[in-house]
């Protein structure tokens, strides 16, 4: 059964409407979450198929750092209250030690939970921002734009791995900043660790209201899963 078959509060009959004494019709406390929910639909990949079985009792998650596996379970445990509070989560670490898959837990939490989520590798979706200049395109920067600040929990996956231009510090600080002032939740993942790199890359004032909204980096350490996966 989907989420567009029956009510999230148990109000409604799905409708998203409630019927009073009288008959008449108001919008049943469920709409806000649907509203917010279909706004988020159309955007960023969704999980994509790598992730999508991803769980805290299967590897690769299963046997990541116990202290790192305790914050990720606190947040989904509370996602709600996590996502009304507007907070987030950073996974740092080399390649392939399971950030991505870590961020995709709190995702998948979400959507679960009701919420409008955008997932995005971060160079995606400076391409799908580019798009929206070309001419004969669907939707336009001010639309994505406000989607991208709208969603209830913007995934910025691979934070870092973009070239570095000033067109693309000034995406990063809009969207983040615009999230920030409006207390809204971000998870990121990025290879990058060291803060001056950080910093360089992406910008110090895009790295200080990340570190505002999401608290302090969870570093994972390891080796590289893939590899060890392969032998
Ligand atoms: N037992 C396993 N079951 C499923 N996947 C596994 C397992 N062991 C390793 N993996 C692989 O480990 C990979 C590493 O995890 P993940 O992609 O979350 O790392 P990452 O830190 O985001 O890497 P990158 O920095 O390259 O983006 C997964 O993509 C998955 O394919
Ligand atoms: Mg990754």
Redesign the pocket.
Known sequence: MSFTDFCPKGACDGSGWVLDESGDARPCECREIRVSRAKGRRMGTGIPK??QGVSFD???VRELDPVVLREVRLFTGAIDARIAAGDGAW?Q????????????LISKAAIEAGHSVAIYSVPRLLADIKETFEQRTTTTYSELFRRLCDVDLLHL??LGAERRTDWVLEQLYSIVNERWQSERSIVV?S?LTNLDELREQVGARTVSRLAEICGDPLH?MGR???M??TG
Not at 93 to 104: I, Q
């Open positions: 790598r992730f299967r590897n690769p996974f670490g080399d390649v392939g030690t399971g950030k991505t898959s870590l961020a995709m996956d691979d993942t290879n994972i590289d899963l893939r060890a996966r």
